[in-house]
């Protein structure tokens, strides 16, 4: 499974991609907004590191202004996949970016349905939400399953990336399923490195190592 960042925070990216654990970038509206930045200085920045994937999201709402929107995010690098979101207009913009060569995510995915007309249009990826539908006491979890079901199905290319984490069990789950993607917080992935028993182990190596004799 691919590791992605969400995030547009330039030191966190280059903290996880200099470890060499991470995969891709996932970046939205509002976390483009927290960085005080221009939009594209901020898809610069983070492509400029060697990123292989970086998702930049389209504003406008019109399938017109979609595609306009993401021919011009695609010419900034070719490592930029362009963000449509599903609805109506986003199915259309996708089919016709995805036709121009574009690699498309689309975006704020809450069904299964709504998964299938993402492949059948084209979409590089899909991006469930499963943080925001356990939010509203749905198991977000239950609908990456049945995309990764509906699309093995159907043999779809389009790659299933798990969005909306909120927690490493959520990367778990994920993995376990067979998800392709997984984008999470700068916070949760550094808690997939962590475990207390590695932090007790190594302090006893070190304390032992002490009495080995040297020189
Ligand atoms: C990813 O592409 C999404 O923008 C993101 O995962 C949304 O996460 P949130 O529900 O925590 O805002």
Excluded at 34 to 48: N, S
Excluded at 81 to 95: D, E, F, I, Q, R
Excluded at 102 to 131: C, D, E, H
Excluded at 164 to 171: A, E
């Amino acid at each position: 499974m691919k590791l992605f960042l969400d995030t547009a925070h330039l030191d966190e990216i280059r903290t996880m991609w200099d470890i060499g654990i991470l995969d891709g970038v996932t970046t939205n509206p509002s976390l483009v907004s927290k960085e005080g930045k221009k939009f594209e200085d901020v898809l610069r920045e983070i492509t400029a590191l060697g990123i292989p994937s970086v998702s930049a999201e389209v504003v406008a709402t019109d399938a017109e202004g979609m595609v306009k929107e993401g021919r011009r995010l695609r010419e900034i690098h070719p490592s930029i996949y362009v963000k449509c979101p599903m609805t109506s207009a986003g199915l259309k913009a996708t089919k016709i970016l995805a036709g121009e060569g574009t690699r498309v995510n689309m975006t704020l995915v809450f069904s299964a349905n709504q998964a299938l007309l993402a492949a059948k249009v084209g979409a590089a990826y899909v991006s469930p939400f499963i943080g925001r539908l356990d939010d509203i006491s749905e198991v977000g979890m239950e609908l990456i399953e049945d995309v990764v079901q509906i699309y093995r199905n159907y043999s779809f290319p389009t790659e299933v990336l798990v969005a909306s984490v909120r927690h490493p069990i959520h990367v778990l789950e994920a993995a376990k399923i067979g998800a392709d993607i997984c984008t999470m917080p700068f916070a949760v992935m550094e808690k997939l490195v962590q475990h207390p028993l590695t932090d007790i182990g190594l302090a006893r190596f070190l304390k032992d190592w002490e009495k080995v004799p040297k020189g």
